[in-house]
């Protein structure tokens, strides 16, 4: 069993930043890739940036140049620096992980529980 923890979630004032943390733990042969998806109210979960772990990263076109998607591949721990927040940003963060379990196993998929991000002035 693998379990994704998430911290850093909050409100923040429009123009601020925050910083979300992703620790992976448990049963890992190896993490393919880690990502953070969102949900705001109303609408479908949708990926944020994502790291796989050949170092290509990929951001949803709303967050280029704002967020940063970076991973400690030791701490098998994922981040994502957030900065110039706006309140179309408030949302539910995930963190997600594609991992393979055992040598030779397949790639499963795990999300964590959850982190609010509220971007309000």
């Known amino acids: 069993q693998v379990q994704l923890v998430e911290s850093g979630g909050g409100l923040v004032q429009p123009g601020g930043s925050l910083r979300l943390s992703c620790a992976a733990s448990?049963?890992?042969?190896?993490?393919?890739?880690m990502g953070w998806y969102r949900q705001a109210p109303g609408k479908q979960r949708e990926l944020v940036a994502k790291?796989?772990?050949?170092?290509?990263?990929n951001y949803v076109d709303s967050v280029k140049g704002r967020f940063t998607i970076s991973r400690d591949n030791a701490k098998n721990t994922v981040y994502l620096q957030m900065n110039s927040l706006k309140p179309e940003d408030t949302a539910v963060y995930y963190c997600?992980?594609?991992?393979?379990?055992?040598?030779?196993?397949?790639?499963?998929?795990?999300w964590g529980q959850g982190t609010l991000v509220t971007v309000s002035s």
């Open positions: 997600n992980a594609l991992v393979v379990v055992t040598m030779g196993g397949s790639i499963r998929n795990y």
């Open positions: 448990g049963s890992i042969f190896s993490i393919y890739a």
């Open positions: 790291s796989t772990s050949g170092g290509s990263t």
